[in-house]
């Protein structure tokens, strides 16, 4: 019987466990790494250098974990700000500039 929209899982893995096949090859890989470390050591000098770099490469693929690319939006601000106010301040004395700043500095 084919899966339907809201019927309820039944058998097979529960979310968020790992596939026991993978996580047995992962164990086994491990217990023959360990045994090669020794040999890898001596063997990694005495490759070219670019034989090297290949090596080292392939070993921290199974090492660090890998990058996923991720993707920023980016917004262009604007770099200049021009303030026009000097026109308006025209129309006004002094004396109401200088009322308009203490009473608006006594709001604080």
Known sequence: MPFK?????????TKGVSN??????REVSAMLLQ???EALQDKLPTLKDSDYIKAIGLLMK?????QKQVEMETTNH??????????R?????????HDAIITNSNRK
């Open 20 to 25: 026991n096949v993978s996580k047995e090859i």
């Open 35 to 37: 045994g090669q470390l």
């Open 62 to 66: 199974h090492v660090l974990p890998a």
């Open 89 to 97: 301040l025209e129309t006004y004395t002094d004396e109401d500039v």
């Open 5 to 13: 929209k809201g019927m309820q899982k039944t058998g097979g893995r």
């Open 78 to 87: 604007p770099t200049e700000i021009t303030v026009e106010i000097l026109e």
